[in-house]
């Protein structure tokens, strides 16, 4: 493999050429987990996992194993990451997972522990890709509209913004926008952002407070009151539910 500056896998800033070396030996199997998680295909996963005995990282690198190791998971981190958004996962989420599993890899004491490591990037980021989306329009102009909503979740959103995205005037965008999903758009709203939270409650430590405030929740009651009206539980025991069901390591 030519290690050109646009090619996917050209990370020549580490300054490891080991690294570098066993990425251009492996391409092909790398690009078949990007694959996947850009499907969000969860049994492709495993089995794109279960090929090498120690997932990605099958042969020990010379001179510093530790350190290589944890180069070519870096890399592997942003490439799963970049992999996950194009195939849907909201990009913030995406973004707080690659920073935790980046802190957690250089908390790495051991090549096995960097290697589990990886195979957890690999079915998180997966994961998050085949989680239910709300995208159910059938509308272009709805598409659209629903696309910048849901690029937007953390910020204040206004209706004359959605209808501008969708070339329509507001009342008609309203009637347009319930016909094709069935809520009405702030409806929509609150359950998009419960959607996001419930990301962010199974695949990150982010504190109830912390999802609430950056979700545009006026506190953590009020995020909690919507969490219980749309979900039927408490966000506490969502999480907990969800850890236990994904063998989280948190």
Known sequence: ??????????????????????LAENE????????????????GIEAAISQAPQGILAEPLAGDPLRHTKNLVIILIHLLKQAAVAGGAHRLLCGQLEARFL???????????????????????????????????SDPRIQRAIRYLEDHL????????????????????????????????FAYLRWARIQLAKEMLAA?????????????FSSQSHFQRAFREVEGCTPFLYRRRAWREQGSLF
């Not at 030519?2 to 800033?13: G, K, Q």
């Not at 982010?206 to 609430?212: F, R």
Request: aromatic share 6%; glycine share 4%; charged share 25%.
């Open 1 to 22: 493999m030519e290690h050109t500056p646009n090619h996917p896998l050209s990370f020549r800033f580490l300054d490891d050429e080991a690294a570098i070396q066993w």
């Open 28 to 43: 092909t199997h790398i690009q078949t987990l990007l694959a996947c998680v850009t499907r969000g295909d969860l049994e």
């Open 103 to 137: 802190q957690r890899l250089e908390e790495s004491r051991a090549v096995p522990e960097v290697c589990r490591l990886a195979d957890e990037a690999k079915r998180t980021f997966c994961r998050r890709v085949a989680a239910p989306r709300g995208r159910t329009a």
């Open 154 to 185: 953390t910020q204040k959103i206004t209706l004359q913004q959605l209808a501008t995205q969708a070339g329509l005037s507001r009342e008609y965008f309203c009637t347009l926008f319930h016909q094709q999903t069935g809520k009405t758009v």
């Open 204 to 216: 990150t430590e982010n504190s109830l407070a912390a999802i609430a405030s950056l979700l545009g």
